[in-house]
């Protein structure tokens, strides 16, 4: 079966909020791997998770659970408040039994 060609209406806008530079890029070549057309905006700050949230629409949030200056749980409910239904999923390597 031939690869069929997508328009901008199927890319996925993603927005990561991952700060290793080496996490962001497996995350990026799995999707890429995978066959899903998207476009990544990566930030690693609290002050670009909200400039990216009020500049842009994006489709999914895939969060790190830990980062060195901003967590996860405070950015979902950041992005709870300024969409609602936004899919906000987290990752991690290093999340314990009791968080998972």
Known sequence: ???TKRNREDTLRILQLEDDQREAE????AL???GIPCQITRVST????????EGHRFDVVLADYR?????GPPALSIARQSNPDIPFIFLSDVLGEEVA
């Not at 497996?26 to 070549?29: F, G, P, S, T």
Request: hydrophobic content about 60%; aromatic content about 8%; proline content about 0%.
């Open 26 to 29: 497996a995350i990026a070549r």
């Open 67 to 71: 980062l060195a200056s901003f967590d």
């Open 32 to 34: 890429d791997e995978g």
């Open 1 to 3: 079966m031939g690869a």
């Open 46 to 53: 609290r002050a670009e998770f909200l400039a990216a949230l």
